[in-house]
């Protein structure tokens, strides 16, 4: 085994690599690469995670002061609407399945491209029509039903634009589907020789769960939708309870698909989650097998839950009892990760990089997020906190804590992979700092209020919430900083950054030994895999040599 | 020559050959396992139409009883046995592709091209017959259930249900008609033969799939309540 | 890569000729039994000769009798999950009238 220092004195580009085959528009817009579309997908979901963070700006805004002065209660209702939509649609369920999962798992995996090449970039496609339509939605008028699109309000009482949002993200829907379905058959068929299922990294094991999701989840919204839109455009009366519809059914079908969502969400973050933690403290993740299926057990006890999004919707106590009692246990494969993570880091030779502040950060939030669920699973105090603030102070600790944090980690993790550059490591060390600080400010003072009893979706509040309000609207406002920094010094590091090697972490892993950014066809061979994942620290030289 | 030494030959050569693949049989086995997993979807998708099916038969055994007993039970077995035979023909269809007869696939992907269109022919009668006594729910048409008028709230949503299983039912057949169409050019072209027919194998599990589907929907939306009839 | 077994299954015709055969009964038989008064079990039956039909169709048209473990779980899957979204959404329907708050 060559002695090599992990770090070569002065690394270069190489010379041919993904992003010099081929630079016209026409071989980026009708590429096949993975690695190309998942820029394609990073592009675009960057751009409406922006739009979605504008309405969260005009929200906070509107919530300093306790009257409903800067925007009327209808803007409102649009406005948070639109945040909902765009962001969990759009950004929250494609960004890292589409930029990091359609980047990494072929060559996680040892291949040279996913199973489908063709419909990995027709799922972007797919995407961006169904993201059109959401924007159209926007621009012509907007929405105000909820990201829920709940019954009967947007069948009979809404006139905002209802059936083209719903079109959007029916036709998002899609994509959804073509990705899982892509990711479950490469990961099955593509595997490089000797690349069992129990050598894959954690991160491919949770892009598989939610690949399972994606799959299973994703049609039957779609049917909801087209039922929604149907009883619009054709005055059906399906969940009219005037003609003898049940719009609980309505509910019922949409979070069928849409608690597992929140699954499609968190689980890749958790993937990255266990890369990170390893890289970061040269450890194998403690108990592999037990992360691995813990990924599959949430996506299928997820699955069996989503009644306690209805404890006061109608539904019957007995109902209510079982999604309860359910709803508890999808905690256990949740903590197990956790507890493993934890379990890792412990006594490891933890290096202080960017990657590793996202993932600490992520630990932490995401354990506050998932124990504040278990508040709501409990359908007593789930009565008294509905529809309050700490509801959704609980889902911006899962979605923004865990998925957004685990995001960006993962971005500055592979982010040298993916361009061959590092950023700059102290504006990404302010910038996470910031976002952690920020978030928590946002945040955290929404379960006080919450649970004061401030009601969610309105534009205006009693005096008393001001203060916690304030606290919360201050704390956006560092987020927003947070988020701008990596905007800048990542576009800045595409030129100007250090050449980073093959291997700046000194991390395992099949995408580490490869060149970075890796050629076309990901690797100069067909790589043999001999070792499991996680061989810290023993491999670690033996792939950079 | 054998077929062993034959697929052999074929594997480094085939045209169809994608370059992320090793051989032409790994990349058919990935390709049906992606038709799979597509059906897997489709499953869910009608699955939650179903389930507002079966939600409201429980709520209004009655009225759906009633309401069905205005379908044409002759004309749904009809269409029932008609596709029963286009999937025989699609499976005659599968055969000569495997084994590279080229004519017969053409003409058994031909026959099952046409069944399907007179299952929809068959079906765009029951729809007008629908429309001519006015049981089609909204649209702004005039609806008629006046002979049972205790019956005519809840009616409508048998009609809507059926609607939506059926209209997608058909969406689903004109989308495997365009499948059938291109597999029939790649058929005539000669881009299938005996070592890559696994495009006419997942067209033709598509294809099969949807007949499953109108096999629940007939005794769902035809049969089930026909016993009672007069009860009401 | 596990189930890299022979691709091409050819099943004979005469398999497909005995199942059509099958399928064309079928639907008489549940066209026929419609019609006899049999109660609550009406619907059982109906479902039961469609369920019959359907895993005809799929073990031999489809090719899932002979195909590999992963294809039977991608197919006992979709049923699982189908049972799933009946099962729980069901549960709520059958005890409503028990008692219900909010």
Redesign the interface.
Same mark, same amino acid.
């Given at each position: 085994m060559a002695s090599t220092a992990p770090i070569a004195p002065l690394p270069t580009l190489p010379k041919k690599h993904y992003l010099n085959d081929g630079t016209t528009v026409a071989s980026w817009l009708l590429t096949r690469d993975h690695k190309r579309i998942a820029l394609l997908y990073l592009v675009a979901v960057t751009v409406f995670f922006v739009i979605g963070g504008l309405f969260a700006v005009l929200v906070r805004l509107e919530l300093a002061t306790p009257a409903g002065d800067l925007l009327s209660d209808d803007s409102y209702n649009k406005v948070f609407t639109m945040h909902g939509v765009m962001m969990v649609f759009f950004f929250l369920i494609p960004a890292i399945p589409g930029t990091l999962g359609n980047f990494l798992i072929p060559i996680m995996i040892g291949a040279k491209d996913l199973a489908f090449p063709k419909l990995n970039l027709a799922s972007w496609y797919i995407f961006m029509i169904g993201a059109t339509f959401g924007t159209y939605s926007v621009l012509n008028g907007g929405l105000d039903t909820g990201w829920t699109f709940y019954t009967p309000f947007s069948t009979v009482a809404s006139t905002s634009a209802v059936v083209p949002a719903a079109l959007g993200v029916f036709i998002n829907g899609f994509s959804s589907i073509l990705t899982g379905l892509n990711f479950i058959v490469t990961i099955h068929r593509m595997r490089a020789p000797g690349m069992t299922w129990f050598r894959l990294p954690l991160f491919v094991w949770s892009h598989y769960a939610t690949s399972l999701i994606m799959v299973l989840g994703t049609p039957v919204l779609a049917i909801t939708v087209v039922l929604v839109a149907a009883e619009r455009i054709f005055s059906f009366g399906i969940f009219d309870a005037n003609r003898g519809g049940d719009p609980v059914l309505f509910q019922h079908l949409f979070w069928f698909y849409s608690h597992p969502a929140v699954y499609i969400m968190v689980l890749p973050a958790m993937g990255v989650m266990s890369e990170l933690v390893a890289a970061s403290c040269r450890k194998p993740v403690f108990g592999y097998t037990f992360v691995a299926f813990a990924s599959l057990a949430i996506a299928i006890i997820g699955f069996f839950v989503w009644g306690h999004h209805m404890f006061v919707a109608g539904q019957s106590v007995y109902a209510a009892l079982i999604f309860s009692i359910l709803s508890f246990l999808v905690a256990v494969p949740s903590a197990v990760k956790v507890f493993n993570w934890t379990a890792t880091m412990y006594k490891g030779a933890v290096s202080w990089q960017t990657p590793t502040l996202y993932a600490i950060g992520f630990i932490g939030l995401f354990t506050i997020g998932g124990l504040t669920g278990l508040f709501l699973s409990s359908v007593g105090l789930d009565i008294h906190l509905t529809d309050t603030y700490f509801i959704v102070a609980h889902f911006h600790y899962i979605m923004v804590g865990g998925t957004i944090m685990g995001y960006l980690g993962g971005i500055h993790f592979w982010w040298p992979k993916m361009t061959g550059r590092m950023y700059n490591e102290l504006l990404a060390k302010i910038s996470a700092a910031l976002i952690f600080f920020g978030f928590n400010l946002t945040f955290f003072p929404q379960f006080v209020v919450g649970y004061l009893g401030m009601p969610r979706r309105y534009h205006a509040y009693p005096p008393e919430f001001q203060m916690l309000n304030v606290l919360s609207s201050a704390g956006a406002s560092i987020l927003a900083v947070g988020y701008a920094l990596p905007l800048s010094y990542l576009i800045y590091s595409l030129k100007y950054g250090k050449v980073a090697g093959n291997n700046p972490w000194g991390a395992v892993g099949l995408e580490w030994t490869t060149t970075s950014p890796p050629p076309t066809a990901n690797f100069e061979e067909t790589p043999l895999v001999t070792w499991d994942a996680y061989e810290y620290p023993a491999r670690v030289e033996g792939h950079v040599a | 020559m054998s077929p062993e030494t034959s697929a052999a030959a074929e594997h480094h050569h085939h045209p169809a050959l994608a370059h992320h693949f090793d051989s032409l049989a790994e990349q058919n086995e990935a390709a049906t396992l992606g038709m799979w997993v597509f059906l897997v979807t489709e499953v869910l998708f009608f699955g939650g139409a179903l389930m507002a099916y079966s939600i409201y038969r429980s709520w209004y055994p009655g009225a759906f009883a009633s309401a069905s007993h205005h379908l044409d039970v002759t004309l749904g077995a009809v269409n029932t046995a008609v596709l029963i035979v286009s999937s025989l023909t699609m499976a005659m269809a599968v055969h000569a592709a495997q084994l590279g007869e080229r004519g017969k696939l053409k003409a058994f992907l031909l026959i099952t091209m046409v069944l399907g269109a007179t299952f929809l022919v068959v079906k765009g009668f029951e729809y007008h017959e629908k429309y001519v006594e006015h049981h089609i729910p909204g649209l702004g048409l005039p609806f008629d259930y006046s002979a049972e008028p205790q019956f005519a709230a809840t009616a409508q949503i048998f009609f809507s249900i059926y609607f939506v299983l059926t209209g997608l039912h058909a969406l689903h057949m004109i989308v495997g008609l365009g499948i059938m169409t291109w597999m029939y050019i790649w058929a005539a072209n000669g881009t299938i033969d005996k070592d890559y027919s696994s495009p006419i194998e997942i067209s033709g599990l598509y294809w099969h799939f949807v007949d499953i589907v109108w096999i629940f929907l007939f005794p769902l939306l035809y049969l089930i309540g026909r016993h009672a009839s007069g009860a009401h | 890569?596990s189930?890299?077994h022979q691709?091409?299954h050819?099943?004979p015709?005469s398999v497909?000729?005995t199942i059509?055969a099958a399928?064309?009964v079928g639907?008489a038989l549940?066209?026929w039994v419609?019609?006899?008064?049999?109660g609550a079990l009406?619907?059982v039956v109906?479902?039961a000769?469609?369920c019959t039909?359907?895993t005809l169709?799929?073990l031999?048209?489809?090719?899932v009798k002979y195909a590999s473990k992963?294809?039977w779980a991608?197919?006992s !899957?979709?049923?699982f999950?189908?049972l799933?979204?009946?099962a729980?959404?069901?549960?709520?329907?059958?005890?409503?009238?028990?008692?219900?708050? !909010?």
């Open positions: - | - | 890569m189930e890299n691709h091409t050819i099943v015709l497909y000729y059509f399928l064309l639907t549940t066209v419609a019609y006899i008064d049999l009406n619907t109906a479902l000769i469609a039909k359907a169709v799929v031999y048209f489809m090719h992963l294809t991608v197919v !899957g979709s049923v999950w189908l799933i979204l009946l729980l959404t069901f549960n709520d329907y059958l005890t409503r009238h028990l008692l219900t708050y !909010g």
